[in-house]
């Protein structure tokens, strides 16, 4: 989907030539004497609109205004939350129609705020995206262009250009987590990072299973040892700041397909296994995004990508292995193998002198039954990175959720055979897994958000959702702000509700 911004007023728009004209109407719309305006009005009054967010009025060729088909929507109260539900209701629609252009009207609201623009935008492509890879005839996506119009352009340029930037990661991130394990390998996985290594500012360097076992992380091969396809330990750098400014690095869970292992899995929903990437998809879609943006600031990105399969090979439960960091492991359970490519990468990431660490990873299935599909679970040894990252998430309409990490959840790792348990009892298990990891984050700041409940959908509308793609920008961007203090950025941050970075300088 391509994208455009454009002044327009109320008045103007009407005389627009485009397929489709959507217009958000808010709750407190004020009047205006164009034709646009009186329709809405009337419309409104007679009850045939009402101003909820997502209800729509659809017409053709309406006298007065020059768009083939117009389509009011209501906007509500014109926060973001009620622009997305307004935008999706509305690109839904136009999706049966033959539209291939749309102007997407927001001058009917009262200065839409930069996270209404970013709503917005991040909504139409939402929309329209379409998973097509494996298909052999795929259908082509009718609607190609939006143009995103209101009275003034210029103070919403740059939120703009970002929400247009994160767009584009967003759908990154799902078009790999789509991708069946088969077409999406470690090594295929390595190949998009050396892809995106073309664009500027981007570096990629790739470790196979020799230079991962001189490292030493005997976890993340113990995990890799079952399966055919060797593993890929993938770096990636942007380098947007100054030289020697300390970066923020992302780790994000690879495992391009988990069977559990010897500890296998039942056989419903084993598919769904495939998304078992998602944090790392996350990771490529964010690096993609930052190419787009070009901001000032340097970040690492860390991906550790095998699968989990049985085999002659396969590590065994009780086997005991030592990880990077010299603590042994006793892998009571194999299917609990995120935490053990995760553990040694944590270690890794050390070497960066980071300001922070982020990993993301589809975790525990224990993550879906706290907190559904709705927020991601955060974990994390420091306030200031927490909170900013919880600040990231309601800016970006991809919020997540504050776990606990209380030393007591930790005594279900103690065992008799190593130094820790990669499992402890069912109760708790998103918290567990994340006291197992913050045992190798103990040198930075730390934070861990498990994505298994937030990542994809199951169902008839499976698939990846991009997430958290929305949170972990917008956090990286809030950091620029406070790395580089220049006139431009600090402009920049002028408007922004809440600044998310504002605290997060660990
Ligand atoms: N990838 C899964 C977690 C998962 C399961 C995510 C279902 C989304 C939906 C992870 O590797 C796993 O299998 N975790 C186990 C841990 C358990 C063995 C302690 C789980 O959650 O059951
Ligand atoms: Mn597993
Ligand atoms: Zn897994």
New binding site residues.
């Given amino acids: 989907m391509d994208f455009e911004l454009k002044t327009l007023t109320r008045a103007l728009v009407c005389t627009e030539k485009t397929d489709a004209l959507i217009v958000l109407v808010p709750d407190s719309m004020a009047p205006g004497g164009d034709a646009l305006s009186a329709l809405a009005e009337s419309a409104l009054k007679s009850g045939d609109l009402e101003a909820k967010p997502g209800k729509l009025l659809n017409a053709y060729r309406v006298a007065g205004i020059a768009a083939t088909r117009l389509v009011l929507v209501g906007a509500g109260d014109a926060s973001p939350k009620s622009i997305r539900t307004a935008v999706n209701a509305a690109m839904g629609a136009l999706k049966a129609s033959n539209a291939q252009q749309a102007v997407l009207f927001l001058g009917a609201l009262t200065s839409p705020s930069p996270e209404a623009v970013r709503a917005a935008v991040v909504a139409c492509s939402e929309a329209t995206y379409a998973y097509t890879t494996t298909k052999s005839k795929p259908a082509p996506a009718k609607l190609q262009r939006v143009c995103i119009a209101m009275d003034s352009v210029a103070p919403a340029q740059s939120n703009f250009d970002k929400a247009v930037g994160l767009a584009r990661g967003m759908e990154f991130a799902k078009e790999w987590a789509n991708r069946p394990a088969n077409h999406a390998t470690p090594t295929l996985l390595a190949g998009a990072a050396k892809d995106l290594a073309k664009l500027p500012r981007i570096k990629v360097e790739v470790l196979g299973p020799k230079e991962v076992e001189k490292l030493g992380m005997g976890a993340f091969l113990a995990v890799a040892q079952g399966a055919a396809e060797p593993l890929r330990l993938i770096v990636l750098r942007y380098e947007g700041g100054a030289k020697g400014e300390a970066p923020v690095v992302l780790v994000g869970k690879g495992?391009t397909f988990?069977t559990?292992g010897i500890?296998i899995?039942p056989a419903a929903e084993m598919d769904?296994?495939k998304f078992?990437m998602c944090g790392a998809a996350s990771v490529l879609g964010v690096f993609r995004a930052l190419a787009e943006l070009q901001p000032a600031l340097n970040v690492v990105g860390l991906i550790p990508a095998c699968e989990n399969m049985p085999g002659d090979n396969a590590v065994k439960p009780g086997d005991v292995v030592t990880s990077m960091s010299g603590q042994t492991i006793e892998i009571l359970?194999t299917?609990?193998?995120?935490r053990l490519v995760l553990c040694d990468v944590l270690t890794y990431a050390a070497r960066f002198k980071p300001r922070a660490v982020i990993d993301i990873a589809?975790?525990?299935?224990?993550c879906?039954v706290a907190l559904g599909g709705v927020r991601s679970g955060l974990f994390s040894n420091n306030e200031a990175l927490a909170q900013a990252l919880s600040a990231a998430g309601e800016a970006s309409l991809d919020p997540c959720w504050r776990m606990p990490l209380d030393d007591e959840y930790s005594e279900g790792l103690k065992t008799n055979f190593a130094d820790v348990a990669n499992?402890a009892g069912r109760a708790g298990?998103a918290v567990t897994?994340a006291k197992f990891l913050q045992r190798f984050a103990a040198d930075f700041a730390w934070a861990h958000l498990d994505i298994?409940g937030t990542a994809w959908k199951g169902g008839t509308a499976k698939g990846a959702t991009g997430r958290p793609v929305p949170l972990l920008l917008d956090y990286l961007l809030g950091q620029v702000s406070q790395a580089v203090p220049e006139k431009a950025t600090a402009k920049a941050r002028v408007g922004k509700k809440s600044a998310p970075g504002a605290k997060a300088r660990a």
């Fill in positions: 495992i988990d559990g500890s899995k769904e296994m078992d359970n299917d609990a193998e995120g589809t975790l525990t299935g224990a879906v499992v298990g897994a298994a």
